[in-house]
């Protein structure tokens, strides 16, 4: 997992605040994905994108939730006015230009606590 | 409505015996399918995968069984070890195997191992 580098590890937000989750795929990826697992739950598809494109965001809520990958730097994921629901743990993946037999490499996620 | 299914939230196995974790599936889309092995605090990690084309595949300790017909599928672990207790989420996916593009993985809810000594 030390190869896709998610951060903050764990962030806390207040009702209502904006949070933001940081993605650096593994070297030599150039797709990225988005999951949630919610508490008791497996984890669920959110968002895939390329570079400075979004291919397939048909998991994201429609309301507060948005992504993006830029040309540079991480990939971030943007909840805005957070509410306690939103509390999970979000997993950010990354795989080279076909994803191999394995799927893909996940990162070891950033747990969002919302209070 | 939940696609792929691990209807055991729980195992508990002693070390040295075999470990089998079941996984059932509704979606006949599904044609490839991986076991990912999870420990607390981190992220999910590839453990073995296998193709609708076969019934079977071994990598040392681990096994997984597919039976397409009655779209199930098992990861047998021989013989089973401390070190092997964590969540194992079964997950699903559409022409992954052949690369034509699919990259969404649909997951189970996941099953705890706890290996005694």
């Known amino acids: 997992n030390a190869g896709v580098m998610q951060n903050p590890r764990h962030l806390v937000r207040r009702r209502g605040q904006e949070a933001r989750l940081r993605c650096s795929p593994m070297?030599?990826?150039?797709?990225v994905y988005w999951y949630r697992q919610l508490p008791e739950e497996g984890l669920k598809f959110m968002v895939y994108?390329?570079?400075?494109?979004?291919?397939?965001e048909s998991g994201m809520p429609k309301e507060r939730f948005s992504a993006e990958f830029p040309k540079e730097g991480p990939s971030i994921l943007r909840i805005q006015q957070v509410v306690r629901g939103d509390s999970a743990a979000y997993f950010c993946?990354?795989?080279?230009?076909?994803?191999?037999?394995?799927?893909?490499?996940f990162g070891s996620g950033t747990r969002l606590t919302v209070v | 409505d939940q696609q792929v299914k691990q209807n055991s939230p729980s195992l508990s196995v002693q070390e040295g015996r075999i470990s089998i974790l079941n996984c059932d599936y509704t979606n006949s889309m599904f044609d490839y399918f991986l076991w990912y092995k999870k420990y607390p605090a981190e992220g999910p990690t590839f453990l073995i995968s296998i193709s609708s084309i076969k019934d079977k595949n071994e990598d040392g300790r681990f096994t997984v069984f597919l039976n397409k017909s009655a779209k199930h599928l098992s990861l047998h672990i021989v013989p089973s070890q401390p070190g092997d207790s964590a969540v194992y989420f079964c997950?699903?996916?559409?022409?992954?195997?052949?690369?034509?593009?699919?990259?969404?993985?649909?997951f189970g809810k996941g099953t705890k191992l706890s290996v005694i000594p």
């Open positions: 993946a990354s795989s080279p230009d076909r994803p191999p037999s394995y799927g893909y490499t």
């Open positions: 070297k030599g990826h150039s797709h």
């Open positions: 994108l390329q570079k400075e494109n979004i291919i397939d």
């Open positions: 997950a699903a996916s559409t022409s992954l195997y052949s690369g034509a593009g699919s990259y969404q993985l649909t």
